[in-house]
């Protein structure tokens, strides 16, 4: 009887450093193409950095406060019941104005039921009294921001609900 000689086994060797190898080719790639798209980033801008304002100043970012909840005031026609009902936002860039807007909501809110009350449906229903109304309660509002020795930077009163019936 003749002894034949083991069969040599089959060594996972080359198979190893074949996959090892791949992985660090696909890795090397994926970082190359990740500095190529990280190399020009496009500028961050900090949410709260100033921007660049019409006039050249720096201006912070809008600061939106909410006159809750919705005004409904008795308009002022002689011959029906008339309603207006609408909500309002006061917008500032100024932090401090922020704060007064806050410290002083109750006699903002009662400066404009006061004012709307004074108006007619028919005075409110085009966009030019509505926009002349805007700025007038913008006023009204400075206006008690500067008596009470507050901040008074309101930039703007926007209506984001407006109902007259």
């Known amino acids: ?20 190898l791949l992985v660090a080719l696909a890795g090397t790639g994926i970082w190359a ?21 019409a006039s050249g100043g720096k201006r912070g970012p809008a600061i939106y406060f909410p006159l809750d909840p919705a005004f409904v005031v008795n308009l002022a026609d002689p011959d029906s019941v008339r309603y207006l009902q609408a909500d309002v936002q006061l917008m500032t ?9 806050e410290l002083h909501a109750p006699a903002i809110r009662n400066r404009l039921l006061l004012m709307f009350g004074q108006h007619t449906a028919d005075q409110l229903s085009q ?3 509505k926009e002349r ?24 009163l926007y209506f984001t609900s407006f109902v007259t019936q």
Not at 6 to 13: D, E, Q, V, W, Y
């Open 127 to 129: 966009r030019a009294a």
């Open 93 to 101: 860039r100024d932090p401090a104005t922020a704060a007064a807007i």
């Open 133 to 156: 109304l805007q700025d007038s309660g913008r006023d009204e509002v400075r206006a008690l921001l500067k008596a009470e020795g507050a901040p008074a930077g309101v930039e703007a």
């Open 33 to 53: 193409w990740l500095s190529r798209a990280n190399a020009n980033p496009a500028p961050e801008v900090a949410a709260d950095a100033p921007v660049e304002g």
């Open 1 to 20: 009887m003749s002894k034949q000689a083991p069969a040599p086994k089959s060594s996972k060797l080359p198979w190893i450093l074949v996959v090892v």
